[in-house]
């Protein structure tokens, strides 16, 4: 893909890459702050080294200095004394540095079994991840992630829809939004989010990095027409010819332009991607995408399909 090649040509004039962050390799390579992922994955791919970006731990570079030298021969309490912080900050600062993933940790005697998903958890998760889903930090005294789920009042059924589709415990409420935006008005949401588990920080740890969320490409490729359902109820609008687009404009490029890869080689949909790096299903593969995915719809979402109830 262009952007990998553009990274291949520059890298090697860079010196010092354990040196700098990933912004700072970013800059240096002269790619927008936008495909930073693109870097990530180039430099994850190889097991090419960076310097952890310290925003949120400003402690971070003497840590690790000592970590280097001690290791785990003196405990997480040892660190979380000597640097004035929680042992959950201590952990952070492992999991920034990619010493150890939250994922990988052992559940503390007040944290609950892993969740077992099911197959139908997972592509809800992954189509909300997709969409208008989020899977929480770490943040102060705080293990685990949780997902969390948000619609604009007009969609609350179907949120409820997917509340229902999860076999994991959930809890909900509602909200009223003022939004200082001059072309958005003042509404009520509805969040619906699980309770915190080890099980969700493997989703944190795929589908997050120092730039926000990027789309996890071994999880993608395990989509079908329920995950795809639910990304599409989220993000998809109908288009004025007839068929469907989806908004895409928060992931890098690269990323889109795998997804456009993806869906042509398991499923024979066809897409464009605009300047705007949304994508748009073709007109021929309207159908098919409607076949797959119909099934899964909600009754209240059905409208993006140009219907107004089922058959």
């Known amino acids: 893909m262009r952007i990998l090649k553009t990274i291949e040509e520059r890298l090697p004039a860079i010196e010092n890459i354990a040196g700098k962050t990933l912004n700072e390799i970013t800059s240096e390579l002269k790619i927008d702050k936008a ?7 180039y430099l994850k791919k190889r097991n090419i080294k960076y310097l952890p970006s310290n925003r949120g731990y400003p402690n971070l570079y003497p840590f690790l200095e000592e ?24 952990k952070g600062m492992l999991s920034r540095a990619n010493i150890v993933k939250r ?14 998903f099911t197959e139908v958890d997972k592509q ?8 208008d889903g989020s899977v929480s930090g770490y943040t102060k005294g705080h293990d685990n992630s949780r997902l ?38 003042n509404h009520w949401v509805m969040s619906v989010r699980t309770s915190e588990n080890v099980a969700f920080n493997q989703y944190r740890d795929r589908w997050y990095g120092e730039n926000g969320k990027f789309v996890c490409r071994k999880d993608f490729d395990t989509i079908t027409g329920l ?21 895409t404009m ?37 159908p098919l995408i409607k076949e797959l995915t119909l099934p899964y719809f909600h009754e209240s979402m059905l409208y993006k399909f140009g219907a107004s109830k089922m058959g």
Not at 163 to 171: A, F, H, P
């Open 250 to 286: 928060s992931f890098c490029r690269d990323d889109v332009e795998y997804i456009q890869y993806r869906l042509r080689e398991k499923f024979n949909i066809l897409i464009t991607i605009h300047a705007d790096n949304n994508i748009r299903v073709s007109k021929a593969s309207f």
């Open 67 to 90: 970590y280097k030298e001690k290791g785990d021969s003196v405990s997480l309490e040892y660190y979380a004394d000597k640097y004035d912080c929680k042992v959950q900050k201590v």
């Open 227 to 247: 995950g795809l359902a639910i990304w599409i109820m989220d993000d998809g609008s109908r288009t004025t010819d007839g068929s469907i687009s989806i908004a």
């Open 103 to 116: 994922s990988e940790y052992v559940a503390s005697s007040r944290s609950k079994p892993p969740i077992q």
């Open 35 to 41: 495909d930073a992922c693109n870097v990530r994955h």
């Open 124 to 131: 809800v998760i992954l189509g909300s991840l997709l969409g």
């Open 148 to 185: 969390s789920i948000q619609h604009s009042e007009a969609q609350f059924d179907y949120l409820r829809y997917k509340e229902s589709l999860l076999s994991c415990k959930t809890s909900s409420h509602t909200a009223f939004i003022v939004d200082k935006r001059p072309e958005w008005k």
